[in-house]
């Protein structure tokens, strides 16, 4: 079955810098549309980033932009966030998801349109 495992979460000072990762199994990785989504208590869960199937397009939510950078390793089955300037309001649990319904060039803002889903990782930064 298909498993997508985030690591990388923990506690940071605001204006440092974390690294996500995601992992996954039981899908062709490199046709998958990746995504990044996170959530906060009380919040909806907000579009953070999506990467294309080769890494050759990336899209970010306008809170991130310019401070995170997704990427993926597809020999690896792996997708990054790489999170730099972090903020007290980023804090939240971190998921990665999964579109195998697109194309090569598809990068998915709504999380309708992903079918898997990791278990997320916690994201804390401290003020």
């Known amino acids: 079955q298909v498993q997508l495992v985030e690591s990388g979460g923990g506690l940071v000072q605001a204006r440092g810098s974390l690294r996500l990762s995601c992992a996954a199994s039981?899908?062709?990785?490199?046709?998958?549309?990746m995504g990044w989504f996170r959530q906060a208590p009380g919040k909806e869960r907000e579009f953070v980033a999506t990467i294309s199937w080769s890494g050759s397009l990336s899209n970010y939510g306008d809170s991130v932009r310019g401070r995170f950078t997704v990427s993926r390793d597809n020999a690896k089955n792996t997708v990054y966030l790489q999170m730099n300037s972090l903020k007290s309001e980023d804090t939240a649990v971190y998921y990665c998801a999964a579109d195998p319904s697109g194309n090569p060039y598809t990068q998915s803002t709504l999380p309708n349109r992903y079918t898997f889903w990791g278990q997320g990782t916690q994201v804390t930064v401290s003020s």
């Open positions: 039981g899908l062709t990785f490199s046709k998958n549309t």
